[in-house]
């Protein structure tokens, strides 16, 4: 059995170790440290189905997560978009571990989960990973209704450049209608901020205004939480600073916002579903305002 209070003295020591670097070896790292980690469901308690066509690219798939026994009505849906730097990063990123605690975590607190693939630059760039996230989300509310899930109690949430996928998604006044609430975690919102990625944003900075998700995120109906941790890059935190700032020139109020303490740009979706609360009870916080 896994000591809880001394893996997460472990995890804590290793996450201050890195500061705020960011390397594919750190997140090697992290994976296989918070793999075992992992609350294993009761057997036989969700319903999984993997690898849903919602699309036409092979990359438009989804795995759904839902209670074995079909409930009338879920809390809600939570929708979940990986990171990856715009060029990689896989719904199952670990086979069962990542991103398959998002789902089992959604399901234990009576929610269905979907977690995504889209498409991936270079190949696809700009605006490809917003409009797979706006097909996602459409297969959703058309489909979930057969799963116990309410269409209409979709939040969508995303994490590094899954979040900026969501936000551009959101910057869309018509599109971001069909959400109760979004979850952003770690983006990149405000394309003034070097440095852009440009193997997805495109090479001409004159385009990155219009490219920008930032105002249109900033005046989205739906409620908004805005997370960063403790040890995310400088930049990645003042991408954070900058859209509440936005926000709340848009719409007069502040998003909900939270700092992860003790987490960095990885280990902020790795510990989701273990013995760590800190996403946990965030993410719990937010969603009890929604219904």
Same mark, same amino acid.
């Given at each position: 059995?896994?000591?809880?209070?001394?893996?997460?003295?472990?995890?804590?020591?290793?996450?201050?170790?890195?500061?705020?670097?960011?390397?594919?070896?750190?997140?090697?790292?992290?994976?296989?440290?918070?793999?075992?980690?992992?609350?294993? @469901?009761?057997?036989?308690?969700?319903?999984?189905?993997?690898?849903?066509?919602?699309? @036409?690219?092979?990359?438009?798939?989804?795995?759904?997560?839902?209670?074995?026994?079909?409930?009338?009505?879920?809390?809600?849906?939570?929708?979940?978009?990986?990171?990856?730097?715009?060029?990689?990063?896989?719904?199952?990123?670990?086979?069962?571990?990542?991103?398959?605690?998002?789902?089992?975590?959604?399901?234990?607190?009576?929610?269905?989960?979907?977690?995504?693939?889209?498409?991936?630059?270079?190949?696809?760039?700009?605006?490809?990973?917003?409009?797979?996230?706006?097909?996602?989300?459409?297969?959703?509310?058309?489909?979930?209704?057969?799963?116990?899930?309410? @269409?209409?109690?979709?939040?969508?949430?995303?994490?590094?450049?899954?979040?900026?996928?969501?936000?551009?998604?959101?910057?869309?006044?018509?599109?971001?209608?069909?959400?109760?609430?979004?979850?952003?975690?770690?983006?990149?919102?405000?394309?003034?901020?070097?440095?852009?990625? @440009?193997?997805?944003?495109?090479?001409?900075?004159?385009?990155?205004?219009?490219?920008?998700?930032?105002?249109?995120?900033?005046?989205?109906?739906?409620?908004?939480?805005?997370?960063?941790?403790?040890?995310?890059?400088?930049?990645?935190?003042?991408?954070?600073?900058?859209?509440?700032?936005?926000?709340?020139?848009?719409?007069?109020?502040?998003?909900?916002?939270?700092?992860?303490?003790?987490?960095?740009?990885?280990?902020?979706?790795?510990?989701?579903?273990?013995?760590?609360?800190?996403?946990?009870?965030?993410?719990?916080?937010?969603?009890?305002?929604?219904?």
């Amino acid at each position: 059995m896994i000591d809880a209070v001394n893996a997460q003295a472990e995890a804590s020591a290793k996450i201050k170790a890195c500061g705020q670097q960011i390397s594919p070896a750190i997140y090697a790292d992290l994976k296989a440290f918070y793999a075992p980690l992992q609350l294993k @469901p009761p057997v036989d308690s969700a319903l999984v189905e993997r690898d849903l066509v919602y699309g @036409p690219h092979p990359r438009h798939r989804l795995n759904l997560f839902a209670p074995a026994k079909r409930r009338v009505r879920c809390d809600g849906v939570l929708v979940f978009v990986h990171g990856g730097g715009f060029v990689s990063g896989d719904k199952d990123e670990a086979p069962g571990a990542f991103f398959d605690n998002v789902g089992h975590w959604a399901v234990s607190h009576g929610m269905i989960g979907v977690t995504i693939n889209y498409r991936l630059a270079p190949e696809h760039g700009w605006p490809a990973g917003s409009d797979d996230v706006g097909a996602a989300v459409d297969w959703v509310r058309q489909k979930v209704a057969r799963y116990g899930g309410n @269409p209409e109690r979709v939040v969508l949430m995303g994490h590094s450049a899954g979040a900026t996928h969501v936000a551009g998604f959101m910057a869309d006044t018509q599109r971001s209608t069909m959400v109760a609430g979004c979850i952003c975690v770690s983006g990149i919102y405000d394309l003034r901020v070097v440095p852009v990625n @440009p193997a997805y944003f495109g090479a001409d900075a004159a385009l990155y205004p219009e490219r920008s998700p930032l105002a249109g995120l900033a005046r989205a109906p739906a409620p908004l939480l805005i997370l960063v941790t403790e040890y995310d890059p400088a930049a990645i935190q003042r991408h954070a600073v900058n859209l509440c700032a936005a926000r709340l020139e848009a719409v007069s109020t502040l998003p909900h916002f939270a700092q992860l303490s003790g987490h960095n740009h990885f280990s902020s979706i790795l510990h989701l579903n273990s013995a760590d609360f800190t996403l946990s009870d965030e993410l719990l916080k937010f969603t009890a305002r929604l219904w």
